[in-house]
């Protein structure tokens, strides 16, 4: 071999995110656009911008449409910025971001699967949201994290 | 091999009776147990004698207080499928069960032996296991069952025939099998009033139970070297520790300590409680479906195996109640028994009620050398397979067997030393021989025998070679064996246990244990009451609402037990799966184009990667 025998390829025990993290993250993002036309999608509906709450919100024990664009709205807006506090402390490899990024995701795909049942589906975010909770599932993904810590891959 | 000078021992002459004395075990119970190991006769003179017959009806064979040992093993002809079994307790009316009920807790006042629970079973277990439970309970009203007013008759009756008769009695039995002297205590009970008393699986009249101590004779004297504990239907290795295993078998003035489960009697071999957990008798095709499940779950996710259909019971086995045994207030009373012995083998039926349960837990057990439906009882006529011994030599045959083994396999080693290069020049000659014939088409019929030769020999030298270096790594491992042997090394006592009965650790207690133990007690109940509501107040919502509610649940559960990242984890999963599934379902053919696509984009990158070099 030319110029000397082949540097030896460095190994490190540091801390490395998976490729899964990455792909984690990227869907995490889209959720978050996603979710994000989902906030703005029922207010433009009702024109919010322009009249403001322009009618009643209840009608009797129940809401009115105003009332329930106006819950999911923000429903879905603090799920757009957990989703964002999620990312941050994902990216910086929080044992807790992963456990909140599980239940998040939970919560999530409850709310995307009430929606595939009972009015309108959105794929997109089901997608996302299958994406990210079979990533978490990763062995790797979970020991970065500390959610597994043994060996032999059972969870804690 | 073992020190011998720390094991008590007893001349091989010993006659059976004495040897059994000898070693008899001591038999802690929990504080609350309701009745002892008793003899026979009283048991049997106080009961009545049934035939179940196969079309449903059920025939009074011997009237109470006419029942004998000898009627009740009487030849009676009877057709196929037809149960003959005692009953103990006649049927009670209401007044009778109330009766009954008040004196029996009279009783427990008076003797001071009220049992507590402690921290509950149900909050031990799951919320799945739990509606597991649930489910369980509500199979009784469905399956035969006893009533609790039958075990408490059956508490007064066997304390009324204890005063006149105090004596704890156990049935032993000495056999001598491949070189083991095995003695095996027998114990029997009027009744099994494990899930009235203790919260337990099931109840039923009459029980047995079984110790069973496994000797070997070394320079004229017989050694204990194991024991097995029967313990519920357990059997094989799980169920016997060695002699010298100090972890898991206290030896008390050279006697085996019992610790007893509270109602059940099953043994165990420390004090404790511990869990047993029964599966849901599924049908075949939920068993099956359920199978592939856990296996995707476990295999493929990598999810930790688990069982939502199996049902939490604890056995207690505190010890901290009587104490039957040598050496103390309570001993016992032993009468040796075997095939000769009419009521042992002659009477195949049920020592009780026959409750007509189809998974036989409430229906009662039958002697000790049959099994419920007549067939011969593995422990009685196999002691040595009930504990996984039948494969184990007593230890000095172990190694005289051991060091005959070396020799045979070192003698074919030998052999095939010889052997192996003689068939291997012998390939060689005839491979010579068919380059030779090569290119001469007269002599193809012989190249083709030839052939064939070549082929046969070729097989014959490669399984020989692969013998030889089999033989190779097995004499290693005999020669190490051999080696630790005759230094005296043993095996670790445990090393033959695959899953120990541990018992359940005091400190390690409920995150939450009040609120784990009121949640545990009440949570089910509230689901039924939040499912009634949802049907009441959101029909439309009833099949979303209920899987939403019991994620809740499930999730509130997870967080008393301190158990939140796991449940979180699996539900977020199985939602999962879910959600693919629907996404399959809409689009089956974008997905299957794009799977295509991309297999068909990688192969053309390998291979054009290979044609670029």
């Known amino acids: 071999m030319k110029g000397g025998p082949m540097p030896r390829r460095k190994k490190s025990d540091k801390k490395k995110s998976p490729i899964a993290v990455s792909v984690i993250a990227v869907a995490i993002v889209v959720l978050f656009l996603l979710r994000l036309y989902q906030v703005y999608e029922p207010l433009i509906r009702q024109n919010f911008f322009q009249h403001g709450i322009n009618g009643p919100l209840f009608s009797g024990w129940g809401l009115t449409p105003l009332g329930s664009d106006l819950l999911s709205s923000t429903t879905y807006l603090a799920l757009s910025l957990a989703g964002i506090f999620v990312l941050i402390g994902f990216l910086r490899l929080r044992r807790w971001s992963w456990v909140l990024l599980m239940a998040w995701t939970g919560v999530s795909l409850v709310i995307a699967l009430v929606d595939y049942f009972y009015s309108h589906a959105n794929y997109a975010v089901m997608a996302s949201n299958v994406t990210i909770a079979f990533a978490l599932n990763i062995p790797d993904v979970q020991r970065i994290f500390g959610i597994r810590r043994d060996s032999n891959g059972a969870a804690l | ?613």
């Open chain 2, 1 to 613: 091999m073992a020190q011998l000078s720390d094991r008590p021992s007893a001349p091989a002459g010993t006659p059976d009776l004495e040897l059994l004395r000898k070693f008899e075990p001591v038999v802690y119970y929990t504080k609350g147990e309701q009745v002892y190991p008793a003899a026979v006769e009283h048991y049997v003179e106080d009961s009545t004698l049934w035939e179940h017959h196969p079309e449903g009806h059920d025939e009074l064979l011997v009237k109470h207080g006419q029942m004998t040992m000898e009627k009740l093993i009487e030849p009676r002809p009877a057709v196929f499928g037809t149960i003959r079994y005692l009953r103990f307790i006649e049927p009670l009316n209401l007044a009778e069960a109330a009766k009954v009920l008040a004196d029996q807790a009279t009783l427990h006042r008076k003797l001071g032996s009220n049992f507590r629970p402690g921290v509950g079973r149900l909050a031990r277990g799951g919320f799945l296991p739990r509606l597991a439970d649930g489910l369980f309970s509500l199979s009784f009203l469905l399956r035969g069952h006893l009533p609790a007013a039958d075990m408490a008759a059956a508490e007064l009756d066997y304390n009324a025939i204890r005063e006149e008769h105090p004596e704890h009695v156990y049935y032993g039995r000495v056999i001598r099998q491949a070189g083991w002297t095995i003695l095996q205590y027998w114990f029997f009970y009027y009744s099994n009033p494990w899930r009235s008393g203790f919260h337990g699986v099931n109840d039923h009249e009459s029980d047995w139970e079984m110790v069973t101590l496994y000797m070997y004779e070394q320079d004229g004297q017989l050694v204990p070297e194991w024991a097995a504990y029967a313990s519920h239907d357990f059997h094989g290795d799980d169920l016997r520790r060695r002699w010298d295993d100090a972890t898991d078998l206290t030896i008390e003035n050279g006697h085996p300590v019992v610790h007893a489960g509270a109602g059940s009697h099953s043994s165990y071999f420390r004090r404790g409680e511990y869990q047993a957990e029964v599966n849901l008798p599924l049908p075949g095709w939920l068993a099956g479906l359920l199978q592939s499940w856990n296996k995707f779950w476990t295999e493929t996710l990598g999810q930790p195996a688990g069982n939502a259909f199996h049902v939490p019971f604890v056995d207690y086995a505190r010890g901290d109640g009587l104490r039957i045994g040598p050496d103390g207030a309570q001993g016992w009373s032993p009468v040796l028994v075997d095939e000769s012995t009419p009521w042992v083998s002659q009477y195949r039926g049920l020592w009780g009620l026959f409750a007509r349960d189809p998974i036989s837990g409430e229906n009662a057990p039958a002697g000790p050398m049959y099994n419920r439906d007549g067939s011969p009882r593995g422990a009685w006529y196999d002691p040595l397979g009930f504990a996984g011994l039948d494969k184990v030599p007593p230890p000095p045959q172990a190694l005289q067997m051991l060091n005959a083994n070396c020799q045979k396999v070192m003698q074919r080693q030998t052999e095939l030393e010889k052997l192996v290069p003689e068939k291997a020049a012998e390939l060689q000659v005839l491979g010579i021989r068919a380059k030779g014939m090569e290119g001469n088409p007269h002599l193809a019929k012989q190249y083709a025998t030839l052939e064939k030769e070549i082929l046969t020999l070729s097989n014959e030298v490669r399984a020989l070679r692969r013998e030889s270096s089999e033989n190779s790594a097995l004499l290693q491992g005999l020669t190490r064996r051999l080696e630790r042997m005759q230094a005296g090394v043993q095996d670790h006592p445990q090393a033959h246990i695959r899953n120990p009965a541990v018992p359940d650790d005091p400190s390690e207690t409920l995150r939450f244990d009040r609120a784990a133990e009121t949640w545990a007690a009440v949570s089910l109940s509230l689901l039924l009451f939040v499912i009634a509501g949802l049907i009441f107040f959101a029909p439309h919502y009833i099949w979303a609402g209920l899987a939403v509610i019991l994620m809740l649940f499930v999730t509130a559960e997870s967080i008393l037990r301190g158990a939140f990242v796991r449940t979180v984890g699996r539900i977020t999963l199985i939602l999962a799966m879910l959600a693919s599934l629907i996404l399959f379902i809409h689009f089956w053919k974008w997905i299957i184009v794009a799977a295509l696509l991309v297999m068909g984009v990688s192969l053309m990158v390998q291979r054009l990667r290979e044609l670029t070099g």
